[in-house]
């Protein structure tokens, strides 16, 4: 019992809204209703307490690769996005031969196991040549189920999220499968139209992967898939909130139309998070950074982000004016809910994770807390 902190006098953002002046209390790790009275208290006052971060689609940081990095890089990748808050962070995988990214499964697998990743999410090899992004065209293939399944399977347990175009040949059967398997099926990197979007949330499909990106614009004729995903209410967006990726009025126009429950920020990070600008890889591919912008060498499609969720929450609350409330839940509550961690993880409840973040009253990082250790300690106000 010896272990409590008492955080006092930050606002604290809790699922039933602001406290002003509030208490956050931790022991064993996870967060507790009550403290004894001599427990020592962390004066926050002038900052806020929110939830830990939740990044439901990162490929990397620290120049580091979850594709094709070693085990510690993929830890250091990790540690990059935690000291910018991510608690719980998603490995994505972008496009490869099947084999390796099996065998690639394998390995983060034993990562998520020792709880250092949420899980895999594979982006591609089921992806769509027509709005293939930065991945490698000769490695696409249709969503066979049977293929599907296989990269499942090598993620024992682990698979959390495949994104897929889901018009491609065998694709609303893949999203079946992936709704039974209980992995999320993701709408992305595709070029189908608003009736086949539909077909696949019909067929269990529960998430945007970066709306707006590497989909057919919204027209008013031919309303495309970003219609029929910010229209349904079984479907959360994912949002790159970097200011390249979108324009803010995009942004703000997903916020409104999808509601403060349905929108995920996410990161899309590369290597090149948290590290710096130079030349890296995406797979197979070569990616420049400059000015913090990567961009495929060949051909100049955006690959990726140098984004951390930090940022993202800062832009949301400075720049896109959005409540505190609603950013919270697109950074934690929205994206722990969809990738079924919020019994854990996502909000600041007794009995979860004792994971968060303290921000500045200008919404600047100072601190961050996982399960109940401090990773960024910050200054007592
Ligand atoms: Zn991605």
């Given at each position: 019992m010896a272990d409590h902190k008492v955080l006092a006098g930050a606002r604290v953002v809790l699922p039933t809204g602001i406290v002003d002046s509030g208490r956050v209390i931790v022991a064993g790790g996870r967060i507790v209703g009550h403290a004894p009275a001599d427990a020592p208290s962390v004066d926050l006052t002038g900052h806020w307490v929110v939830p830990g971060f939740v990044d439901m689609h990162n490929h990397g940081g620290g120049g580091a690769s979850f594709t094709s990095g070693t085990v510690d890089e993929v830890l250091k990748g990790v540690h990059t996005h935690l000291l910018h808050g991510a608690t719980t962070v998603v490995a994505s995988t972008v496009t490869g031969d099947m084999d390796f990214l099996a065998h690639r499964a394998g390995e983060l697998s034993e990562l998520a196991e020792q709880g250092d990743i949420a899980g895999i999410h594979f982006e591609?090899?089921?992806?769509?040549p027509c709005r293939?992004?930065?991945?490698?065209e000769d490695l696409l293939r249709y969503p066979d189920p049977a293929e599907v399944r296989k990269l499942v399977d090598a993620a024992?347990?682990?698979?959390?999220m495949v994104t897929l175009a889901t018009e491609l040949p065998g694709g609303l059967d893949s999203v079946r499968l992936l709704a039974e398997h209980g992995v999320i099926a993701a709408i992305g990197h595709t070029d189908a139209t608003y009736e086949q979007t539909v077909a696949a949330i019909d067929a269990g499909a529960t998430v945007a992967t970066h709306l707006f990106n590497a989909m057919p614009a919204l027209g008013h004729r031919a309303p495309g898939p970003i219609a029929a995903l910010l229209q349904d209410e079984r479907v959360t967006v994912e949002l790159i909130n970097d200011g390249t990726h979108l324009h803010p009025a995009a942004l703000e126009l997903a916020f409104r139309h999808?509601?403060?429950?349905?929108v995920a920020f996410i990161t899309d990070a590369m290597d090149a998070a948290g590290f710096g600008d130079g030349v890296y890889h995406l797979g197979p591919l070569e990616v420049e950074v400059r000015d913090g912008v990567a961009r495929l060498v060949e051909g100049g499609s955006i690959a990726g982000s140098t984004l951390t969720l930090d940022t993202a929450f800062k832009r949301a609350a400075?720049?896109?004016?959005?409540?505190v409330e609603s950013i919270v839940r697109a950074v934690s509550a929205n994206p722990a809910k969809v990738l079924g961690l919020y019994d854990r993880v996502g909000s600041l409840e007794p009995g979860k994770d004792a994971d968060l973040v303290v921000l500045d009253a200008e919404f600047t990082l100072v601190g961050v807390m996982r399960k109940g250790e401090w990773v960024v300690e910050p200054r007592p106000a």
């Open positions: 591609g090899p089921f992806i769509s293939k992004g930065a991945h490698s024992r347990g682990h698979a959390r999808a509601g403060p429950d349905r400075t720049i896109d004016r959005l409540p």
